[in-house]
């Protein structure tokens, strides 16, 4: 069985949602998983923030004007009476609901369930569709079996013991919501933006699915940000390890955390763009193409932060005593470089960054710097070493670089420069290595 993902482009439009058909066969067994409409959970966004601050004719305004959207949107999507009744039903349930929060003490729980409409909406208007045009499909509630736990991980058991039963043998198409979930307190909640793509790989897993098809408005995982630099090229395959760097590393194509489930799992996943769905797009397994550059990827937003400490010379320990501090506040570390007496490392959650520099404090001098990006080339190095690091270094000999990380595995070098410098060392990057 295969699980076919589309994301909030492909079914962006009454017009794109009639056309998913040409590339999902209703004969075939399969589970689809879609992303709200595009635009939607930005929306959805909007009108909570609105409610956190108490703005209620703010938030009434917006939704007002995301619901006159779908007013339209049903008005194309169905031709029949009946089909444009359901619609109509459909779209005033979900915004009242929205609505009635006006009443409501506003919390992040009210949030989670304002953000989780725009996939239950999108879900059921095309199951609709279906039934309109006489296509057999089931939806399966992703609220029944997409579960995280107190650490907002998947319980990839507990997904699949609960979406095994509701596919029954007599369907074949299934379709289900991206993106949300629910949490260990049993709340509504969501896998983060860009979530959908984590759902279709964890219910890929769940399944033991023979393939993860992610489509989307580009023809696969391209050599560097196309939304950045000119004349970038799809890349035809990748391993799950370079894949879950680049993605990692900001490729929103890819959710960062979404190869893993398929990877453990062994379950291929295939990158592939609804507005050429002949193109072969970006095929991503456990080989790769040995001894190649493949991409570039750059994520900001990042805060560096380096520890200087005459103790950490000749001593153990130290690190373990510095990380503890990230573990205890829950941060993720993401690059790390070290001398005999200061290490740097970076993290992108500063929410708790004060409570950690005061920590970090007792050890030493303590330098932030804020505003940083991190660049990540990614490639298999393994099989020739010679060479790649000193290609990736002269491409960026005119950029200031805070931090170098190579070796750390052997298909990732990671730069930390300054956010403003992170156009230009794509560009010069994308020129030295693949033009
Ligand atoms: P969807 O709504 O289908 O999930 P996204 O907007 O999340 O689509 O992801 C697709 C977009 O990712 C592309 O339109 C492209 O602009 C952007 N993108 C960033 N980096 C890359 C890359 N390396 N390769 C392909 N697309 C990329
Ligand atoms: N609708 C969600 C978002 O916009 C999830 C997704 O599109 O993948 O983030
Ligand atoms: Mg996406």
């Known amino acids: 069985m295969k699980v076919l993902k589309f994301g909030g482009t492909s079914v962006g439009s009454p017009e794109r949602i009639k056309k998913l058909l040409d590339i999902i066969n209703p004969e075939e067994r399969q589970i689809v998983v879609l992303s709200a409409v595009s635009g939607t959970t930005n929306s959805l966004l909007e009108i909570s923030q609105a409610y956190l ?3 209620k004719s703010k938030a009434a305004e917006l939704t007002a004007i995301l619901k006159a959207k779908y007013d339209l949107f049903i008005k194309e999507l169905f031709s029949s009476d009946e089909g444009l009744e359901n619609g109509k039903n459909l779209i005033d349930y979900h915004f009242n609901l929205i609505s009635s929060f ?5 919390t992040a729980i009210e ?7 725009g996939e239950l909406i999108s879900t059921t208007l095309y199951h609709f569709y279906l039934t309109e045009i006489g296509v057999k499909s089931k939806l399966l509630p992703a609220l029944v079996f997409m579960k995280i736990d107190e650490d907002n991980e998947p319980v990839i058991d507990f997904i699949s013991e609960h979406i095994q039963p509701l596919l029954d043998p007599e369907t074949n198409l299934f379709i289900t919501q991206g993106y949300i979930c629910r949490n260990s307190f049993g709340e509504i909640d969501n ?3 860009g979530g959908s793509d984590y759902t279709a790989s964890l219910i890929g897993a769940a399944i033991r699915a023979e393939e993860v098809q992610i489509w989307t408005d580009i023809d696969g995982m391209h050599n560097n940000d196309p939304r950045i630099v000119k004349g970038t090229k799809p890349i035809a395959r990748l391993s799950f390890d370079e894949a ?22 062994k379950v291929p996943v295939r990158l592939l763009n609804t507005m050429e769905p002949k193109a072969s797009g970006t095929l991503i397994t456990n080989d790769s193409e040995r001894g190649k550059i493949k991409s570039i990827a750059a994520k900001d937003g990042i805060t560096a932060i380096k520890i200087q400490s005459s103790r950490m010379l000749l001593a153990y320990g130290f690190l373990r005593r510095v990380f503890e501090i990230f573990e205890r506040y829950k941060t993720p570390i993401d690059m790390i470089t070290t001398s005999e007496v200061a290490v740097s490392v970076t993290i992108d959650d500063i929410s708790n960054l004060a409570e950690i520099i005061k920590e970090l404090n007792n ?5 932030v710097d804020y505003n940083q990006t991190i660049v990540c080339v990614v490639g298999d190095f393994g099989a020739d070493k010679h060479g790649f690091a000193a290609r990736v270094l002269e491409a960026l000999k005119h950029i200031p670089i805070r931090m170098i990380s190579y070796g750390g595995s052997h298909f990732n070098i990671s730069l930390l420069i300054n956010d403003g410098d992170k156009v230009e060392a794509l560009r010069s990057l994308h020129n030295r290595l693949f033009e």
């Open 53 to 55: 601050a108490a703005d």
């Open 363 to 367: 050890f030493g001098t303590v330098e």
């Open 111 to 117: 949030e989670k369930i304002i953000l989780a409409q």
């Open 102 to 106: 006006a009443n409501a003490h506003f």
């Open 191 to 193: 896998l983060r933006r």
């Open 244 to 265: 879950a760097e680049l993605a990692y590393f900001g490729a929103k194509i890819l959710h960062p955390q979404s190869v893993f489930p398929a990877q453990k799992f």
